[in-house]
Antibody, heavy 123, light 106 residues
Framework: EVQLLESGGDLVQPGGSLRLSCAAS????????MDWVRQAPGKGLEWVSI????????????YYADSVTGRFTISRDNSKNTLSLQMSSLRAEDTAVYYC????????????WGQGTVVTVSS | AIQMTQSPSSLSASVGDRVTITCRAS??????LGWYQQRPGKPPKLLVY???RLQSGVPSRFSGRGSGTDFTLTISSLQPEDFATYYC?????????FGGGTKVEI
C-alpha cells in the first residue's frame, strides 16, 4: 500500500526556520517525482514545489512557487525514501497544512497524497 | 505564472443533478490539467488527469473535457459523497497553479 506520512509541522516565530519531512512507503520512491502543496486555513490549495525523480537537488530538478522561491528548498533522500522541505524566513502567510504528494509514473498528476502536517507562523 | 480561473466558486445542487465546473487557463496548456476532489479535513484526491482521463477507481459519473485554455469537470448524477470542493491544477509549466476551487453544496 502506498503511504506518505508528513512530519515536522510546528509553531514557529516569523523569520524562523522549519524542516518538514515526508516518509514514503509502498512504492519505489526514487522513480517518482514528488511535490509539496499547501493549504492556508479556510483557503484553497497552493502548489509549492516539485522535485523530479533522481538523486540530486540541482536546479534543473527542482521548481518552486514564486511565493516561496529563495526561502524554501525541496530535497529528497532516495536511500531513506524521504522527501523534505526546508523552510526559512517564515512569514505569517506561510501558515498552512503542508501536503506531500506523489506524481504518477509519467508525471502528469498527483496520484497519492499524505494527510498533511500543520505549520503555524506566529509570535 | 499561468493563472487558472475556476468557476463557479460555489454551487448548490441536489442528489441526482448534473453539475459542471469550469477552469480557464490564462494561456494554452495543451491537456496538462488534473481535477482533484477534497472533502473537509481530508487531503485532495485525484479524479481526472490529462484533462479527460479518469483515474483508476473513480466512478464513471465523473468526466473531464477540454484542451488549450478551457476545461470542464462534469458530474453526471450527483451523489451524497460528491459534496466536496473541487480544484483544477495545471502542470504544463512551472510554477504549477491550482484554480481557486469550487465548493459543491446541497
Amino acid at each position: 500500500e502506498v503511504q506518505l506520512l508528513e512530519s515536522g509541522g510546528d509553531l514557529v516565530q516569523p523569520g524562523g526556520s522549519l524542516r518538514l519531512s515526508c516518509a514514503a512507503s509502498g512504492f519505489t520512491f526514487s522513480n517518482y517525482a514528488m511535490d509539496w502543496v499547501r493549504q492556508a486555513p479556510g483557503k484553497g490549495l497552493e502548489w509549492v514545489s516539485i522535485i523530479n525523480s533522481g538523486e540530486t537537488t540541482s536546479g534543473e530538478n527542482t521548481y518552486y512557487a514564486d511565493s516561496v522561491t529563495g526561502r524554501f528548498t525541496i530535497s529528497r533522500d532516495n536511500s531513506k525514501n524521504t522527501l523534505s522541505l526546508q523552510m526559512s524566513s517564515l512569514r505569517a502567510e506561510d501558515t498552512a497544512v503542508y501536503y506531500c504528494a506523489k506524481r504518477s509514473w509519467n508525471g502528469d498528476a498527483l496520484d497519492m497524497w499524505g494527510q498533511g502536517t500543520v505549520v503555524t507562523v506566529s509570535s | 505564472a499561468i493563472q487558472m480561473t475556476q468557476s463557479p466558486s460555489s454551487l448548490s445542487a441536489s442528489v441526482g443533478d448534473r453539475v459542471t465546473i469550469t477552469c480557464r487557463a490564462s494561456q494554452g496548456i495543451r491537456n496538462d490539467l488534473g481535477w482533484y476532489q477534497q472533502r473537509p479535513g481530508k487531503p485532495p484526491k485525484l479524479l481526472v488527469y490529462a484533462a479527460s482521463r479518469l483515474q483508476s477507481g473513480v466512478p464513471s459519473r465523473f468526466s473531464g473535457r477540454g484542451s488549450g485554455t478551457d476545461f470542464t469537470l462534469t458530474i453526471s448524477s450527483l451523489q451524497p459523497e460528491d459534496f466536496a470542493t473541487y480544484y483544477c491544477l495545471q502542470d504544463y509549466s512551472h510554477p504549477f497553479t491550482f484554480g481557486g476551487g469550487t465548493k459543491v453544496e446541497i
